[in-house]
Nanobody
Framework: VQLQASGGGLVQSGGSLRLSCVAS????????MGWFRQAPGKDREFVAY????????YYADSVKGRFTISRDNAKNTLYLQMNMLQFEDMAVYYC???????????????????WGQGTQVTVSS
């Protein structure tokens, strides 16, 4: 499956953005999905996870209560609604398909494959 992330941009602190990740190729609905991010000079870190049905979600503590992951399997699209953005949220955001179904290892990037190209989120103070 090929992934194309979009929706990033420049936003003021406290603002909102919605990221999208469109999948093509193999059946999107069969994959658990995740969002990760990477800031300059830092390792890629987990942001959010959603199972293939959309019924189970997990978040990094740093984004809990501010970000919402969702999916529309009919549109082959994964979303990340980001509210109350902070300077620390600035990073390149990546979507990925989880290589195995189920929440085991959901926060570790080694359990994901088929990364999209990333979309830049810039937060100004």
């Amino acid at each position: 499956v090929q992934l194309q992330a979009s929706g990033g941009g420049l936003v003021q602190s406290g603002g909102s953005l919605r990221l999208s990740c469109v999948a093509s190729g193999r059946t999107f609905s069969g994959y658990d999905m995740g969002w990760f991010r990477q800031a300059p000079g830092k390792d890629r870190e987990f942001v959010a996870y959603i199972d293939w049905r959309g019924g189970v979600t997990y978040y990094a503590d740093s984004v809990k209560g501010r970000f919402t992951i969702s999916r529309d399997n009919a549109k082959n699209t994964l979303y990340l609604q980001m509210n109350m953005l902070q300077f620390e949220d600035m990073a390149v955001y990546y979507c990925g398909t989880k290589s195995i179904t189920g929440s085991v290892g959901y926060k570790f990037q080694r359990f994901y494959t088929n990364w999209g190209q990333g979309t830049q989120v810039t937060v100004s103070s």
